[in-house]
């Protein structure tokens, strides 16, 4: 819905209540594909700080190696393109790069990309000033609070795709918004990938949990955009983490080769927990982070230059008193920060933070770690924010009151990104000059003319008197969101999908289907 069409809308139904109404209708309508960003990064590090932290990955990959293990083919690629290779055992290999070797591969990855949604106005555009917010991603409990946690099933997979779909504020569908542990294992991804397509016409990514997997979400890619144009362009993606420290196994190896021979975008993740497989001082697990995504970027460009890769990092925190994981705190922040500069550097578009919390609920403490991490994403530079809505429980839960409170940020977000207008009209001389000293300015044009646009308004915000949200029943932020989600799910309607494109995918899935096994494990 364009600007003017929304303004429209709010001034016929009338009121404060009645225009978040009209928000909500504006969700279930169209919004805006990407953002791009209009203030600068925050660069935390002075270049002898990033040259350090560049030479310390370097001596990384050059004296202590990645270990791979079993893909010979993605071993023979390094092997070709210089890396010096040392077997261990059998189907392990130590590799090692001389520094600048990975740097000089990396140069044929575009620096900005486009994958392209089923819906063309909403393509996104990855790398540059563009910034992609998209659902939490791996978690296998769901929660919400009328039913508390319990293991996340396909329904409630549909569900946040409905939600993510129907929210202005996010851009992208996700992958594995939760684990739907009631579909066999070794099928679940059909039944993922066909879920955001039927329910989403926004970018998504697909599976990466067997090399299998990948190439059904890369066909299923195939059915819906057709073989040409996926040969040509990027339609769909992969997550991959590389096994920290220092460690590609062959099943994301051989994943991340199956989608860059296919043309179509990986992201490649250290998840570095510091203390545990990585340092705990956040230089030197931003140096380890840096080694690994690069030497997982560059196989994408020894299987095909030009294929789009996207460097990652996912720095977390730990309590030295129990020895858990601990999200949304600062030092990890700054590392993300970190990021930023050093992918700015290398010329590659970086997926890193998000809305991370380790709280258990919908609370002050899940609001205030994910403010802390996801604005580390948006002041660093971050191109694509995979968790930017519903993570809890340290990623272990997905919640559906999190969800609406994480997109509500993301909208405020919009607004932050988007910077200050500088001009006649916003410097706003005539509001202050129309009715003189010492008068309100509530009447004036200037006012009238901006008073719906200026702001961005909150739809979950309670922002009236205590006095009337006592009377009206004391409802609390959580709950404002329960009743949110269910009111989205209710009006939700799933974007048209061709009759033949549909069934052609549910024939593909079912053959694929009836060729295995059910396995749960």
Request: net charge negative; charged share 20%; glycine share 8%.
């Amino acid at each position: 819905m364009a600007d003017g069409e929304q303004q429209d809308t709010r001034r016929q139904r009338g009121g404060r209540s009645q225009r978040r109404e009209a928000r909500v209708g504006v969700e279930q309508g169209t919004h805006r594909p990407y953002i791009q960003r209009g203030i600068p990064t925050y660069d935390i590090l002075s270049d002898e700080s990033l040259t350090a932290i560049e030479a310390t990955a370097d001596r990384i990959l050059a004296e202590i190696g990645i270990e791979l293990r079993e893909d010979a083919e993605a071993m023979r690629l390094y092997r070709q393109a210089g890396a010096e290779v040392t077997e261990q055992t059998e189907g392990i290999w130590r590799i090692r790069f001389e520094p600048g070797m990975l740097r000089e591969v990396l140069k044929t990855a575009p620096a900005e990309f486009t994958q392209h949604a089923r819906n063309p106005a909403n393509s996104v555009r990855i790398g540059g000033r563009n910034v992609v917010f998209a659902p939490s991603y791996g978690s296998p409990f769901v929660m919400d609070l009328d039913r508390g946690r319990r293991y996340g099933t396909i329904e409630d997979f549909r569900n946040f795709i409905k939600l993510s779909q129907s929210s202005p504020w996010l851009h992208h569908s996700g992958g594995t918004v939760c684990e739907p542990t009631d579909v066999p294992v070794n099928k679940r991804h059909l039944d993922m990938v066909y879920s955001h397509i039927r329910y989403s016409d926004r970018g998504f990514l697909g599976s990466i949990t067997a090399p299998e997997r990948a190439a059904d979400s890369v066909e299923m890619a195939r059915i819906l955009f057709g073989e040409a144009f996926t040969d040509a362009n990027c339609v769909v993606m992969g997550n991959f983490n590389t096994t920290s420290p220092l460690v590609i196994d062959g099943v994301t190896a051989a994943g991340i080769r199956t989608y860059a021979a296919a043309n179509q975008g990986s992201i490649h993740l250290p998840f570095l927990l510091g203390g545990a497989v990585a340092p705990l001082t956040i230089a030197g697990m931003v140096a380890q982070g840096l080694a690994e995504s690069m030497a997982s970027c560059a196989l994408t460009q020894l299987v095909r230059p030009g294929s789009p890769a996207i460097l990652a990092s996912f720095f977390s925190s730990m309590s030295l008193r129990s020895g858990s994981p601990t999200f949304g705190t600062p030092e990890p922040a700054i590392g993300s920060l970190a990021m930023g500069q050093l992918a700015r550097r290398l010329n590659l578009p970086l997926r890193c933070a998000g809305n991370f919390s380790t709280s258990k609920l919908p609370d002050g403490q899940a609001m205030q770690q994910s403010m802390m991490s996801m604005m580390s994403a948006v002041q660093g530079g971050a191109n694509y924010v995979l968790h930017s809505a519903g993570f809890l429980d340290g990623l272990l839960s997905m919640s559906y009151e999190k969800l609406v409170m994480d997109t509500d940020m993301c909208g405020a977000l919009h607004a932050y990104l988007d910077g200050m207008a500088v001009n006649e009209d916003t410097l706003a001389f005539d509001a202050l000059a129309e009715l003189g000293p010492g008068q309100h300015l509530f009447s004036t044009q200037h006012t009238l003319r901006h008073y719906e646009t200026a702001y961005w308004d909150s739809a979950l915000d309670d922002n009236q008197p205590w006095e009337t949200w006592d009377e009206q029943g004391g409802i609390d932020y959580a709950q404002r969101a329960n009743a949110r989600w269910k009111k989205i799910l209710r009006d939700y309607e799933a974007p048209p999908l061709d009759a033949g494109v549909d069934e052609a995918l549910l024939d593909f899935m079912a053959r694929r289907k009836a060729q295995m096994a059910d396995m749960w494990y």
